[in-house]
T-cell receptor, first 109, second 113 residues
Framework: QQQVKQSPQSLIVQKGGISIINCAYENTAFDYFPWYQQFPGKGPALLIAIRPDVSEKKEGRFTISFNKSAKQFSLHIMDSQPGDSATYFCAGGGNKLTFGTGTQLKVEL | NAGVTQTPKFQVLKTGQSMTLQCAQDMNHEYMSWYRQDPGMGLRLIHYSVGAGITDQGEVPNGYNVSRSTTEDFPLRLLSAAPSQTSVYFC????????????FGQGTRLTVV
């Protein structure tokens, strides 16, 4: 049962470009939506998170856009850099999280 | 700070063998959980605990047991390993309050042959 759908599965972006990853959720009880970044051989680490009472949150080059009525949220990475190449997971929930299937991002020079 | 520590990092088991994956955290977090990560399937919750002595099942609990005798430790037991349990396993901990960061360990890569 996939409660959080994530797309695309993989993404290639040129250095300096914008990376966009989208997620959709089903459970309206979710009240916390984090994005995690995972490098090969490492555990996921929190990148940025949002609560449903705001429509956008920005931290440096990373922005979450949240559309409560559509039950969708997205991660935007501005000025993408090769060091951003990683797998990104969206998630939704409360203290128990349901994760999306992940997006492998590759930023090329 | 060690954060969340998982051992071992790699393990190969034969079908039918049992083993315990260890997880320890030093942040005094109440909430701990185990996930498995498989290609194309994201992170799926196996079991979780909201405090010492309290555990509950997640999305994919079959074939796994957990216990939580202390706040710090949350071991995951495979009772009789099967090839379908080949995966990367992650332990995570958080304070349990909604909106607080979950900290993940480095993972255990398990292969069942």
């Amino acid at each position: 049962q996939q409660q959080v759908k994530q797309s695309p599965q993989s993404l290639i972006v040129q250095k300096g470009g914008i990376s966009i990853i989208n997620c959709a959720y089903e459970n309206t009880a979710f009240d916390y939506f984090p994005w995690y970044q995972q490098f090969p051989g490492k555990g996921p680490a929190l990148l940025i998170a949002i609560r449903p009472d705001v429509s956008e949150k920005k931290e440096g080059r990373f922005t979450i856009s949240f559309n409560k009525s559509a039950k969708q949220f997205s991660l935007h990475i501005m000025d993408s850099q090769p060091g951003d190449s990683a797998t990104y997971f969206c998630a939704g929930g409360g203290n128990k999280l349901t994760f999306g299937t992940g997006t492998q991002l590759k930023v090329e020079l | 700070n060690a954060g969340v520590t998982q051992t071992p990092k790699f393990q190969v088991l034969k079908t039918g063998q049992s083993m315990t994956l260890q997880c320890a955290q030093d942040m005094n977090h109440e909430y701990m959980s185990w996930y498995r990560q498989d290609p194309g399937m994201g992170l799926r919750l196996i079991h979780y605990s909201v405090g010492a002595g309290i555990t509950d099942q997640g999305e994919v609990p079959n074939g796994y047991n957990v216990s939580r005798s202390t706040t710090e430790d949350f071991p995951l037991r495979l009772l009789s390993a099967a090839p379908s349990q080949t995966s990367v396993y992650f332990c995570a901990s958080t304070t349990g309050a909604v909106g607080t960061e979950a900290f993940f360990g480095q993972g255990t890569r398990l292969t069942v042959v």
